[in-house]
């Protein structure tokens, strides 16, 4: 069974951070592309970063430049987002998500086949 598993989230003060990690299993995800998503309350699920599957491309939202950086462990089958200078508007659930390196843009959700269950980060001010 395939499955991606997030985890790290949870509460931090604005201005602090986390580092998010998202193991997958059931197969390799060493070709894949990896991307991380958010979904506040009341809104769409939307991209925050993603990473090609050497780790030799990244993208990122505009919102989280500079502050967010992705990267991922091939030989461990697993992606990162370490978040740094977080805000209360980042507070979400954060999903990864793999796509086929050929299956569309990276920015698109419905291009990504497997998403994991999420994990909350809550930013106080």
């Known amino acids: 069974q395939v499955q991606l598993v997030e985890a790290g989230g949870g509460w931090v003060q604005a201005g602090g951070s986390l580092r998010l990690s998202c193991a997958a299993s059931?197969?390799?995800?060493?070709?894949?592309?990896m991307g991380w998503f958010r979904q506040g309350p009341g809104k769409e699920r939307e991209i925050v970063a993603a990473i090609s599957w050497s780790g030799g491309s990244t993208y990122y939202a505009d919102s989280v430049k500079g502050r967010f950086t992705i990267s991922r462990d091939n030989a461990k089958n697993t992606v990162y987002l370490q978040m740094n200078g977080l805000k209360p508007e980042d507070s979400a659930v954060y999903y990864c998500a793999a796509k086929s390196a050929y299956g569309g843009t990276w920015t698109q959700k419905a291009n990504y086949n497997y998403w994991g269950q999420g994990t909350q980060v809550t930013v106080s001010s």
């Open positions: 059931g197969r390799s995800f060493s070709t894949d592309t």
